[in-house]
């Protein structure tokens, strides 16, 4: 069974500075896909940003940016130029193809301060 | 577009009793999953429903049980609840199996006392 941890329960950040969330996961699949989701205290879980494993280029979207190290089964997610609404827990999670399932970890609670 | 909703918003229960959650996924969308996340951890897999079918179950009582509509929406029933089954509970649909980016509904928040 694959499993995803998260190391960092809280990390903190000043506005408009960059911040690294840390995600390790465990699996014997060759195939896969990563996500970091984005969860408010409105608690509307929102897709920030996904990974191909069979894709070696890191994916980026606008401030948010991953470094995906395959052999290190590591999946980091960098925010730059931080706002005070990007305060939010972010969720890692692993898929398997063709799979419903999604595997999550526990989440780091991110604050930005102004 | 809507999004995916669930309804309802909040909900509070007696131990022993019985509960169903409802989800309509996104216009189009064929699968819907369920998740149960505890307060402070992130969301657990519960079931996934394609074209009507099981297609998944995670590590959940049978107290916990689904179906889907030809409609594709979805309902989550909760049998003898338990205090640890306070939780928001989570829908997700995809457009299909083969399809894997998820989208997530605001949840239901359940309260057992």
């Known amino acids: 069974a694959q499993t995803v941890t998260q190391s960092q329960p809280e990390m903190s950040v000043q506005e408009a500075e960059t911040v690294t969330l840390s995600c390790t996961y465990d699996?014997?699949?060759?195939?896969?896909?990563l996500f970091w989701y984005k969860q408010p205290p409105s608690r509307q879980m929102i897709l920030v940003i996904r990974?191909?494993?069979?894709?070696?280029q890191n994916a980026t979207e606008n401030r948010f940016s991953v470094n995906f190290q395959k052999a290190a089964k590591s999946f980091s997610l960098k925010i730059s130029d931080s706002q005070l609404g990007d305060a939010a827990m972010y969720f890692c999670?692993?898929?398997?193809?063709?799979?419903?399932?999604?595997?999550f970890g526990d989440g780091t609670t991110l604050t930005v301060k102004p | 577009d809507a999004g995916v909703t669930q309804s309802p918003t909040h909900l509070i229960k007696t131990r022993g009793q019985q509960v169903t959650l409802r989800c309509s996924p996104i216009s189009g969308h064929k699968s819907v999953s369920w998740y149960q996340q505890v307060l402070g951890q992130g969301p657990q897999f519960i079931f996934q429903?394609?074209?009507?079918?099981?297609?998944g179950r995670g590590n959940f009582p049978d107290r916990f049980s689904a179906r889907q509509f030809p409609n594709y929406s979805s309902e989550l029933n909760v049998n003898a609840l338990l205090l640890g089954d306070s939780a928001l509970y989570l829908c997700?649909?995809?457009?299909?199996?083969?399809?894997?980016?998820?989208?997530f509904g605001p949840g239901t928040r359940l309260t057992v006392t």
């Open positions: 990974q191909e494993a069979y894709k070696q």
């Open positions: 429903y394609y074209e009507k079918e099981e297609r």
């Open positions: 699996t014997s699949e060759s195939d896969y896909y």
């Open positions: 997700a649909s995809n457009l299909d199996t083969l399809f894997y980016e998820q989208y």
């Open positions: 999670a692993y898929r398997s193809p063709n799979a419903g399932k999604s595997t």
